[in-house]
């Protein structure tokens, strides 16, 4: 291949979409960590702090590579959060903590929504290295969803949709 748009996809220019969705990832993620700590905060139960420390994780490796992208095409990134004061689950007023089952659930549908995003920039990126980069952060989230259902059900969290549990009969007409 030859062209603007041929051989190393790093030394081809993004397109806006491309731009955008790496300065939102990283703007979403930067939120995201901020909230995975004042969940870590409130947890209780230590396979859920796993799985936090892995979304914090991600959400550290996420803000990291895409405000690198966006730095080499001479982009600002999002400005980063202050980082929250360390609490206590001790000293948090029951009122106001979150529970094990209610973090658990944000996770999911955190997880769930950050892998229809990773889909539609996996969709829309003409760069081979940015369709890869949301691929793996896609595969990523994929497996801490996994073992944070497998949490859910383990511990009883899961609030599942109606089940249809008996089939109707088919009517033959």
């Known amino acids: 291949m030859t062209g603007i748009l041929g051989g190393n ?15 939102e990832t990283s703007m979403a993620a930067k939120g995201a960590l ?7 905060y409130h947890a209780g ?3 859920l702090k796993k799985i936090l420390a892995a979304m ?12 690198s992208l966006l730095a ?4 600002a990134a999002a400005p980063a959060l202050p980082n929250r004061p360390e609490a206590r689950l001790e000293d948090i007023p029951v009122g106001a903590r979150f529970t094990d089952p209610e973090i658990a659930a944000m996770v999911a549908a955190t997880l769930a929504v950050g ?3 990773c889909s539609q920039a996996m969709g829309q990126s003409i760069r081979e290295d940015i369709g890869a980069l949301f691929a793996k952060y896609h595969l990523t989230k994929a497996a801490i969803g996994l073992k944070n259902l497998h ?5 009883g969290w899961l ?3 109606p089940l249809l549990v008996k089939r109707p009969e088919p009517v033959h007409a």
Do not use: N
């Not at 901020?34 to 870590?40: I, K, L, Q, V």
């Not at 949490?151 to 511990?155: A, Y």
């Open 56 to 67: 914090i994780d991600q959400a550290e490796l996420e803000i990291s590579e895409c405000d």
């Open 159 to 161: 609030v599942p949709p």
């Open 45 to 47: 139960d230590s396979d």
């Open 72 to 75: 080499e095409q001479g982009i």
């Open 115 to 117: 892998m229809v995003a």
């Open 9 to 23: 996809p790093k030394e081809e220019p993004m397109h806006y979409g491309e731009i955008f969705t790496l300065w």
């Open 151 to 155: 949490l859910l059900k383990k511990k």
């Open 34 to 40: 901020s909230g995975y700590r004042a969940h870590m």
